[in-house]
């Protein structure tokens, strides 16, 4: 069956600019995580969510970013007013539920310039 | 915070060899952990992980962990690596009763046919 989808794959945008980053999770998964992972790092949580709601964003590094699951299937990661350092793979995984196996989608890479 | 240490950044090894990459991770509490595999090109997926029980746990692809709770460690051992196991391996971890997990940097490991 799909996997989980990440789109785009990569965005190019520049210093100040908003950005949207969507995730389609795997179909019938209510649990949905956002992270972000830096050149040579591992990935890093930034928020996950357990059906519509965020319960838990205490990953996100400020009030720059903000994520949406209003249906409780698709996400929205969006990124305001962006800055050089944000640029990163920014990584998608869905689960069963929240103690279930987390699977991956292939990312999407951020350059902010 | 917890945090997670992967000291190997880097393994180059050949064919047929026994490879051990090490995994230590700060928690002292209950502490559920888990091994990721990223193949080139290819997304994140799961390998292993550790829940309870036996501390010697087998995945996929003939890999096996060892949870030593005196080390606060949780190697990654294969017998006998192939070419195809060519990758980024990424050590997790997360406290009992927590949802998010906090990842290792990181290991590239290089296999020479």
């Known amino acids: 069956g799909a996997g989980v989808s990440q789109t785009p794959s990569n965005k190019v945008t520049e210093k100040g600019k908003y950005v949207e980053l969507r995730c389609d999770p795997i179909?019938?998964?209510?649990?949905l995580y956002w992270y972000r992972q830096s050149l040579g790092q591992g990935p890093e949580f930034l928020i996950y969510?357990?059906?519509?709601?965020?319960?838990?964003d205490s990953g996100l590094p400020n009030d720059r970013f903000f994520a949406v699951r209003p249906e409780g299937s698709v996400s929205t990661l969006k990124i305001q007013r962006t800055e050089r350092g944000d640029s990163a793979v920014y990584l998608c995984?869905?689960?069963?539920?929240?103690?279930?196996?987390?699977?991956f989608g292939p990312g999407t890479r951020l350059t902010v310039l | 915070a917890q945090s997670v240490s992967q000291h190997n950044h880097h393994v180059i090894l050949s064919e047929a060899a026994s490879l051990e990459l090490g995994c230590n991770y700060s928690y002292g509490g209950t502490v559920n952990l888990f091994w990721y595999v990223q193949y080139p090109g290819q997304h994140l997926q799961l390998l292993l992980k550790y829940f309870s029980g036996d501390p010697l746990v087998k995945g996929i692809k003939g890999f096996e962990a060892e949870f030593i709770k005196s080390k606060f460690s949780f190697n990654l051992r294969k017998p006998s690596v192939q070419w195809s196991d060519t990758a980024e391996y990424f050590c997790?971890?997360?406290?009992?009763?927590?949802?998010?997990?906090?990842f290792g940097r990181g290991t590239s490991l290089i296999v020479h046919p």
């Open positions: 179909s019938g998964h209510t649990a």
């Open positions: 969510f357990q059906g519509t709601g965020a319960a838990d």
């Open positions: 997790a971890s997360r406290e009992g009763g927590s949802y998010i997990p906090t």
């Open positions: 995984a869905s689960s069963l539920g929240l103690t279930d196996t987390q699977y």
